[in-house]
RNA sequence: CGGGGCGUGGCGCAGCCUGGUAGCGCACUCGCUUGGGGUGCGAGUGGUCGCCCGUUCAAAUCGGGUCGCCCCGACCA
């Protein structure tokens, strides 16, 4: 493509709204542009790197044996109400009626639909396995769409399904998806990792997430160094490092007004992981006391996947209930539900003495009190591996990818059975499978730039080179450049040539800011001597080659780069 | 939904406190100039100051409302 008839609209300065790194530079670089929060247009060439990004997509799909198909955006809602979610989800589906006033959704997922459909179509064991993908516009009405393009309220996404006839058959999908996935995102030029992941409300037991380690993204995950392990903070184990051992005999301790860990921790000079805090919060079944160590965070998810939704108590609802005010209560003498964290288990502690002002030291657990075990604590950096023992890092990450392993919850409720060889009639057993390409996109640049702008992976470039001809005055650099354009065409290579009517300078700047990996330089004094400067983006370096082996240089390095992938 | 910030030519901003006929840089158009890292000079185009209501002789500026956008948090299949 010619530069100059080309839609690439660049910005010398960044819009004041942006903030994340990738949607500057795409904002700048004239990818993309904002509609209204959340909602974005991909501009020629940001469109490119997604049709580049699906193109690796369906590859990799359909090398698992996946089946492309398309279902609508627009969703009649018995479907969602068949199975549940039509209720259960919040504002965050798009909801309306049609001209009948029958209720309708936009699609922010497609559990519902592809199980509607395999229930109408799939009748024997025979029909199975299936695996169905679309690559299609997902809406969700996010309560607080940020970073760009990393979270939108409308988005394409790759979303795959599959269909067993066991659990022992679904283990074998997920596996071929998570190489599929490996492959897909190692392919895109990302760092990335698998993590274990919380199925939340897509059901099902088992799911992980792919993440790509960047400072823009929304998630944490917890590595251990050691052993390899690696989970979603939401329910990462960990161990936080234990206390010195205390000999301490059960006492009461006078604490006038200190109430919480930090003044009581100051008042009797111990470090604040020698006490317990206690939570009250109430739960559909009644009021659960959570106890976490002073020094650590209760992790509310932790927490809810023991006793299910919940809420913070209110003050005058601690002291109705525990018979003190907040601020005083400890596990001790209660007959409510107690859920303490493991870290608690072992060692002497501080607590509330439930009474006004008065603390305990020395309480130790099941002596002085008993609870339900758990890791409800959030972990964090520099806590030991739960499996090894190794030291745990804390990465923030984007979500790029998630697979889950459904089982019946859907096939159930929409009756999708199948008859098996007994003429014994069954669940289908599914699995559901998602990749964002725009965060694939967003992702990579947030890994890969430098200060003067976007660094493409090759696999993701809008353009394999760009050409840059500095002086459109002078006939020879015109006519050099041009030649070359045109046999890079002929060949196959696909080439951006910045034919405009400006300075090297901008010429330079432009061609850094957008991008494209390999940029190759005509310039007047190089083109005396019969030489052409071919540039890495990356690296900066250039080597000076001669105008007639360009191609065959080009060529050969599109050639290597693509062995090595 | 809670907290904070911001809406002034396409972009980045000043002006607002202390009301008096809207300004700067970039971009854009034309001419000359320059031609390897956003060239220099000159002449131009373009804005009902987000919107509504109010106060005032007079509102970008003061007051109220409303809409939009961004950030932090909650939420997030």
Redesign the pocket.
Known sequence: MRFSKMFIP???????????IS?ILML?AGYVR?L????YMLLPLGWRVMAKINAVLREEMDAIGAQEISLPVLHPAEVWQQTG?WD???D??FRLKDRSGRDMCLG??H?EIMTWLASREIRSYRDLPQVWYQIQTKL?D???????IL?TREFIMKDSYSFDVSEEALDKNYEFHTKAYHRIFSRCGLKFLMVESDP???GGAVSHEFMAPSPAG??EVALCGNCGYSANVELALSAPPVNEKQEWPLEEVHTPEKRTVQEVSNFMKLPSSYFMKSILVISKEGPVLAVVRGDQELH??KLAAIIGDHRPAQRPEVKEILGVEAGFIGPMGHRIRIIADNSLRDGAFVSGANKPHYHFKGVRAERDFSAEWHDIHKAREGDLCEKCGGVLHIERVIEIG?IFKLGTKYSVPLNAVFLDENGQEKPIIMG?Y?IGPARIAAAAVEQNHDR?GIIWPRSLAPFDVEILP?????PGTVEAATVLYDSLKESGIKALMDDR??????K??????IGIPTHI???????KEGLV?I?DRKS?E?AKVKTGEVLAYIKDLLATVKQMS
Do not use: C, W, Y
């Open positions: 660049t910005l010398r300065e960044a819009p004041a709204d942006a903030e994340a949607h700048r904002q209204a929060a959340g909602l979610r259960v989800i919040g965050e589906m922010m997922t559990e969700r996010e309560a607080r769409p940020k970073s760009g979270r939340g409300m897509m929304e998630d509310e998810k998630n559901s998602g003067d500095l002086n459109m005055n002078d009517e400006e300075r090297a300078g901008v330079f700047k432009d061609a850094d800011l330089i005509f310039g007047e004094r190089n083109l400067e540039k900066k250039s």
